[in-house]
Every structure is written in structure tokens, then in C-alpha cells.
């Protein structure tokens, strides 16, 4: 019952705007960690790994009142 469920949500999602398919696939991502415990990196999440390490290379480091803001931003402090 639940793979006949699957199957017809996802032939619907094909008609969904960009936005939703890719926050499902987003989703199906994550639950394939937890399952795996591997989680495997979109192209773009790729991508802005690889531009922080080569800013990193470059010694281009925000301020600490920088990562301050940051935070405070989205309550973490």
C-alpha cells in the first residue's frame, strides 16, 4: 500500500512548481541519511563547499562580529 502511495505522489510531484520538487527531494535526501547514515551532497551544496575551502585557502574569513550578527540573527546566541 505505502510504495502504491509513493508511486502516485510522485508522478503528481512531477507537475509541482521547481520550488516543491526540489524541497521534496531535499527531503527524500535526508531521510536516506538517517536510514544510510551517508548523506550525499546536491551539486550546489558541492559547489559552496568547495568556494568556502577555497576562501578558506585564501585566508577570506568573516569577523568575529560578523559571525556575532550572524547568530544573533537566527537565534542561536
Avoid: C
Wanted: charged share 35%.
Amino acid at each position: 500500500m505505502a510504495a502504491k502511495v509513493l508511486t502516485d505522489v510522485l508522478q503528481r510531484a512531477e507537475n509541482w512548481p521547481q520550488e516543491d520538487q526540489e524541497a521534496l527531494a531535499e527531503y527524500a535526501r535526508e531521510i536516506e541519511a538517517r536510514r544510510t547514515g551517508v548523506y550525499q551532497l546536491t551539486d550546489e551544496e558541492r559547489a559552496a563547499v568547495r568556494e568556502g575551502l577555497a576562501e578558506a585557502h585564501r585566508g577570506e574569513f568573516v569577523s568575529d562580529d560578523e559571525m556575532d550578527k550572524f547568530w544573533k540573527s537566527n537565534g542561536v546566541t
